[in-house]
């Protein structure tokens, strides 16, 4: 069973997204901002993780970068949410580091997709149009 | 009678219209010259010629003299018709100064010289001079010095004894000044009061601008107050629109959440409830982010994000989004893209929209048809023109609707809202999307045959030939419903 850490500050969100990754047969752990994002992708050592970008005092794009500066845990694939379509978001997500990119609110098939082909293939970056 | 009179001014006016040609009509001093000069020419001779003509009852011996000065002050008629042909005015008034300076001084040298009773008209020159030719300095010295020259002339024959002075009798000597400084007078008098006339309606015309002028800038102001609520307008739609989306997004997934245990567990009621939840929410979703997208174009604060796009792969995540609303009402959707089109530098989250939008409509109004996607590029004035066609074959709409159809809050007849649904807010955002993108959509429409809808976006000439993508291989031309997907695709209910 793959782990996804789930770093989302609404809780509503943070709910209906990790029921219905769970009930797809993920195992998902919360983490409920930037910083505690990157303490939980070292101790929890999760296979993808998910990236809201718009969290609080630590953005999303701070928490990739950090988590992408361990060596531990530099290898875990990681997802940018965020909340609009737009190709500076797209262009920054590749700049830090995710291996992907989607928007929310989410299209659950596709962001399965999307999860799927970056477990198939952690190292490599696609980035959809 | 006083009618009458106005009546007469009038016509008198529209005379003196005729004369003045349209480049000095153009200029309002130059008019007004030209008016005067006009009025002068005009009435002039029948005064002047007073003075001829009282000298042929007073002069016992009428001779050339007489006949000179006739002619001479006849001859003013002609100056109008001179300025109407498109004589050079000022050229022309000095011709007219001239001619009235001999007049003056012909009539002085040969009826008594310099105690002539006709001395009286040598005040009209610098009048007639100063109203003919306005203020420049220039133009008043050549006055002075043609008067100079012509005074020297005749003091010239007078000293030189050429004289060919006419002896009048004192009582007709008497009867002439009268008449002369009688009509004199007139003739003053008249062009000053038509001076009058002027200066005065030249202040009315001040007032008339300055009151213009309070007003314009009263308009500018509730302008800008207008300008200043739309953008509040604006921006408390584009807050309560986010406000919205938060609680909505909950309703929604929720219910997708039960909608999805309720289909595992096998619960047809639940099902067929939750999906009405689902479907609405949805609804309202888009409706709101129409609310939003509308109000940010309106407070100015959409911005186009370009980047290099793959047109058959927007295309195809688009048509594939929308295969099973497709499938559901028996139509089948076909995309041709044609080879050169590849990638293009635009902004991808506004073409989607405006290209979603018009396929929901063209499967909301089709039934077991056909929904043809075609992309192409044109040559345009800067770099290419990205044309996107979908055209339908489902109810099409009626004329007197076409024109309406980007409106806000129009859906067709009130009658289709019932029954098809829509917010009516689609289509208007739309065309502001294209419009945004410096383009525009185009509809042609056959009621019960089909809609066709054009979306041309000006696209900047490619960089490099990196993007460009074997899109026919792609797409071929016989492409049908769904040629994107490599995999079965999979039934969402998002």
Known sequence: MHKILLVEDNELNRDMLSRRLQRHGFSVCCAVDGAEGVSMAATEMPDLILMDVALGAMDGWEATTLIKSNPATAAIPIIALTAHALASDRDKSVEVGCSDFDTKPVDLQRLLGKIRDCLDKPASVAIAV | ?494
């Not at chain 2, 005067?36 to 001829?52: A, K």
């Not at chain 2, 002069?59 to 000179?68: G, Q, T």
């Open chain 2, 1 to 494: 009678m006083k009618r009458v009179l106005s009546e007469i001014i009038l016509k008198f006016d529209g005379l003196v219209n005729y004369f003045i040609p349209e480049t000095i009509a153009a200029d309002r001093d130059a008019r007004n010259r030209a008016h005067v000069f006009l009025i002068s020419h005009i009435l002039g001779p029948f005064i002047g010629n007073v003075v001829p003509a009282a000298l042929f009852v007073f002069d016992p011996h009428p001779n050339f003299a007489v006949v000179v000065l006739a002619i001479s002050i006849t001859s003013f008629w002609v100056f109008p018709f001179a300025l109407r042909a498109g004589a050079p005015y000022n050229p022309l008034a000095l011709v007219s100064i001239q001619n009235l300076i001999f007049c003056i001084l012909w009539s002085c040298y040969f009826y008594g010289g310099v105690t002539s009773p006709t001395v009286a008209w040598v005040l009209t020159i610098p009048i007639l001079a100063f109203f003919y030719l306005g203020s420049s300095t220039k133009l008043r010295l050549i006055v002075i010095a043609m008067f100079v020259v012509n005074l020297a002339i005749f003091c010239g024959f007078y000293v030189f004894s050429y004289s060919a002075k006419t002896e009048l009798p004192v009582a007709a000597m008497q009867g002439l000044g009268l008449v002369s400084t009688i009509a004199a007078s007139l003739y003053v008098t008249m062009m000053a009061v038509y001076y009058a006339k002027i200066q005065a309606s030249q202040a009315d015309l001040e007032s008339e601008m300055r009151k213009h002028m309070i007003v314009a800038s009263e308009l500018r102001s509730a302008t800008e107050e207008a300008e200043r609520a739309g953008a509040a307008k604006a921006e408390f739609l584009a807050r309560m629109s986010h406000e919205l989306r938060t609680p909505l997004n909950a309703v929604i997934g929720y219910s997708q959440i039960l909608l999805e245990e309720a289909e595992d567990e096998g619960d047809d009621t639940s099902t067929a409830d939750l999906t009405k939840i689902h479907n609405a929410g949805q609804h309202l979703l888009k409706l709101v982010n129409e609310v939003l997208e509308l109000s940010k174009i309106e407070a100015g604060k959409m911005e186009l994000d370009l980047s290099e796009v793959r047109i058959d792969r927007l295309l195809g995540d688009l048509i594939y989004s929308v295969e099973p609303q497709a499938a559901e009402g028996g139509n089948r959707v076909i995309c041709t893209i044609s080879p050169d089109v590849g990638s293009q530098r635009c902004d991808a989250s506004k073409l989607r929209n405006v290209i979603g939008q018009l396929l929901d409509n063209a499967i909301k109004f089709t039934e077991n048809g056909k929904i043809d996607v075609t992309a192409s590029l044109e040559p345009g004035e800067d770099g290419n023109i990205l044309v996107i066609a979908i055209a339908d074959t489902g109810i099409g709409i009626a004329p007197d609707q076409v024109d309406r159809l980007f409106e806000t809050f129009i859906v067709g007849d009130d009658s289709s809202t019932s029954k098809y649904g829509g917010t009516g807010l689609g289509l208007a955002l739309s065309q502001k999307l294209c419009k945004l993108m410096n383009g525009d959509i185009l509809v042609e429409s056959d009621v019960g045959r089909g809609s066709r809808f054009t979306v041309r976006i000006p696209v900047a000439a490619k960089a490099d030939a990196t993007g460009t993508f074997a899109a026919a291989t792609l797409v071929p031309e016989s492409a049908t419903s769904d040629p994107f997907v490599g995999s079965a695709p999979e039934t969402s209910h998002a």
